[in-house]
């Protein structure tokens, strides 16, 4: 009984690959982020959806593109990849806004070699 | 920024003490937020303070925030071997998204 659930949990590809993570929630929840945590295990916001509509964008190279088909989904989309997006990627969700609590995901650990 | 910093980076206490976490931010916030982050896993939600709110309790876990010293305090007591884990704060500025501090690491030792 998942709540918050991605694939793939490890991604291992070469520098300049296109790829893609998804994020599924079944809370119910109107609102999905994307967050990246560092090798020093510093988290920080990338996006985030409400109904589908973008609300955050923070200063993230437009190599990052996320997609919302619907309020339970939310993929990130990386093109051309770089060794500095190596990193560990949340999806998380949460009713109403960010000022609520927040459902995280399992991570995905994305290596660029 | 308003981003909360922890304090201590890592902390090793035995079994069965008490385990507490500070957490100091720079401005004004709607309410703070705790999490727990096992490793290799997500983050989990523990307690949510708001500004007005000077003291909440779940279980075993304490936390106060003084909006006048811009602080707040994890208390984890009787700790046991699966408490375990990283300690996050995060701050909600209200027209911002929450920033996270980058935690402190917890070591309970059986």
């Known amino acids: 009984d998942t709540a918050v659930s991605q694939t793939p949990k490890y991604l291992v590809t070469q520098m300049g690959n296109d790829k893609s993570i998804k994020c599924e929630q079944n809370l119910g929840h109107d609102t999905m982020y994307w967050y990246k945590q560092d090798s020093k295990k510093f988290l920080k916001i990338m996006f985030s959806y409400n109904n589908k509509e973008l609300i955050i964008n923070e200063t993230v190279p437009n190599r990052f593109s996320p997609k919302s088909p619907d309020k339970a989904h939310l993929n990130l989309h990386i093109n051309s990849l770089e060794l500095g997006d190596s990193a560990v990627y949340f999806c998380?969700?949460?009713?109403?806004?960010?000022?609520?609590?927040?459902?995280f995901g399992p991570g995905t650990r994305l290596t660029v070699l | 920024s308003q981003q909360g910093e922890e304090d201590p980076q890592a902390l090793s206490i035995q079994e069965g003490e008490n385990a507490t976490m500070n957490c100091s931010y720079k401005t004004s916030i709607n309410n703070l937020q705790w999490y727990r982050q096992n490793s290799g896993r997500g983050l989990v939600h523990l307690i949510l303070i708001r500004s007005n709110e000077r003291e909440k309790h779940s279980g075993r876990l304490r936390v106060t925030l003084d909006t006048s010293k811009k602080s707040s305090s994890l208390l984890i007591t009787a700790s046991r071997a699966a408490d375990t884990a990283s300690y996050f704060c995060?701050?909600?500025?209200?027209?911002?998204?929450?920033?996270f501090g980058k935690g402190t690491r917890l070591s309970v030792i059986a």
């Open positions: 998380a969700s949460s009713q109403g806004s960010y000022h609520n609590e927040q459902f």
């Open positions: 995060a701050t909600d500025g209200g027209n911002t998204p929450l920033v």
